[in-house]
């Protein structure tokens, strides 16, 4: 797990290119559609995703496709599950408390 890819999807407009990507592979100018922003400032976010491993890049004549890449999220992921755990643990602990309270 590398800080890139934390850093990359900090942005909500990356975020949702990558919920755009996750119905398949698409082109630059049809994910460009979904945003009220040129298409170059769109194909910067996918840049920074391509550089943090999170998408890659296809040429198909002169269109660009890019595709999600799903090991980086993997590993996020499961970077995550301890932390997901402690964190359930922890409230499954609060809302007994809690329940004690009301008793």
Request: glycine fraction near 2%.
């Amino acid at each position: 797990m590398t800080a890139d890819v934390f850093a990359a999807l900090a942005s909500p407009v990356r975020r949702d290119l990558t919920a755009l990507l996750l119905d398949g592979p698409r082109p630059v100018n049809d994910l460009a559609a979904h945003f009220a922003m040129s298409r170059p400032s769109v194909s910067e976010h996918l840049r920074v995703l391509r550089d943090a491993g999170l998408v890659s890049e296809q040429r198909d004549g002169r269109q660009r496709i890019y595709r999600l890449e799903p090991a980086p999220l993997r590993e996020m992921s499961e970077w995550l599950t301890p932390y997901e755990r402690f964190w359930r643990e922890k409230l499954s602990e609060l809302r007994e408390l809690l329940d004690e309270e009301d008793l």
